[in-house]
T-cell receptor, first 115, second 116 residues
Framework: GAGVSQSPSNKVTEKGKDVELRCDPI?????LYWYRQSLGQGLEFLIY????????KSGLPSDRFSAERTGGSVSTLTIQRTQQEDSAVYLC?????????????FGPGTRLTVT | AQTVTQSQPEMSVQEAETVTLSCTYDTSESDYYLFWYKQPPSRQMILVIRQEAYKQQNATENRFSVNFQKAAKSFSLKISDSQLGDAAMYFC?????????????FGQGTRLTINP
C-alpha cells in the first residue's frame, strides 16, 4: 500500500509569512507524529496525535506552531509569522495504535526555507 | 529526560568491509526500545533494526546487527559486507515503553560513506 506522503516537498517562504505543511498517513494508522530536523538541533519531536485524544503538544517550540488532524486522517502543521530559524525539514510519521511495539513509518519530509 | 548520543559525526568504510557505528543513551527506565534508522539523500527515514531492552539477545537483520549492552547503555550497529547503497545518515533512536506519546528521541546522526 501507499506510504506516508507529505506536501509540498519543498517550500520557500519569506520571513513573516504563514506556511502550512500537510501529512497524509498510511490508511489505518491512527497515531501521527511531527518531527523537525534542523542542522543545529538534529531531529526533535514536535507533536503527537492519537485517535480522538487530546494531542501531545509538548514539543512545539513556540505558539507560532500549531497542528491539527482532521477526521483522524490528514494532518496539517501550521507555522505563523515564519522566522529564519524555522528553516528545517519537517517529517511526519505514523503508526498503528495499540502496543508500544509498533513501528513508526516516516514520510519524505517537507524542506522549509525561510528567506 | 532521555538522551541519545552518537559520537561519530562521520564514518567511512571500504565496500565489502565491516563498519561499526556507536550509540550511547541515558535513561532511568528499565523497559524501552532502541532503533537504528537510515536516512538516504531522499530524506525518507527507513528502519534498519530495533531492539527491545528486555531481550538479552542482540537483534540481527541480514547484514545488520547490533551490540546491545544494557548496563553500559550502549547500542552499536554493525554493518557487514558494506554496499554502496548503505551510504546514508544513520540515526540511533530511543523510545520509551511507557504509555503516552512514545515519541522517538534521536541522536545527532552519523554520516556513513562507502568507498568503492
Amino acid at each position: 500500500g501507499a506510504g506516508v506522503s507529505q506536501s509540498p516537498s519543498n517550500k520557500v517562504t519569506e520571513k513573516g509569512k504563514d506556511v502550512e505543511l500537510r501529512c497524509d498517513p498510511i490508511s489505518g494508522h491512527t497515531a501521527l507524529y511531527w518531527y523537525r530536523q534542523s542542522l543545529g538541533q538534529g531531529l526533535e519531536f514536535l507533536i503527537y496525535f492519537q485517535g480522538n485524544s487530546a494531542p501531545d503538544k509538548s514539543g512545539l517550540p513556540s505558539d507560532r506552531f500549531s497542528a491539527e488532524r482532521t477526521g483522524g486522517s490528514v494532518s496539517t502543521l501550521t507555522i505563523q509569522r515564519t522566522q529564519q530559524e524555522d528553516s528545517a525539514v519537517y517529517l511526519c510519521a505514523t503508526r498503528l495504535a495499540g502496543g508500544p511495539g509498533y513501528e513508526q513509518y516516516f514520510g519524505p519530509g517537507t524542506r522549509l526555507t525561510v528567506t | 529526560a532521555q538522551t541519545v548520543t552518537q559520537s561519530q559525526p562521520e564514518m567511512s568504510v571500504q565496500e565489502a568491509e565491516t563498519v561499526t557505528l556507536s550509540c550511547t543513551y541515558d535513561t532511568s527506565e528499565s523497559d524501552y526500545y532502541l532503533f537504528w534508522y537510515k536516512q538516504p539523500p531522499s530524506r525518507q527515514m527507513i528502519l534498519v533494526i530495533r531492539q527491545e531492552a528486555y531481550k538479552q539477545q542482540n537483534a540481527t537483520e541480514n547484514r545488520f546487527s547490533v551490540n546491545f549492552q544494557k548496563a553500559a547503555k550502549s547500542f552499536s550497529l554493525k554493518i557487514s559486507d558494506s554496499q554502496l547503497g548503505d551510504a546514508a545518515m544513520y540515526f540511533c533512536a530511543y523510545r520509551s515503553y511507557a504509555a503516552g506519546a512514545q515519541k522517538l528521541v534521536f541522536g545527532q546522526g552519523t554520516r556513513l560513506t562507502i568507498n568503492p
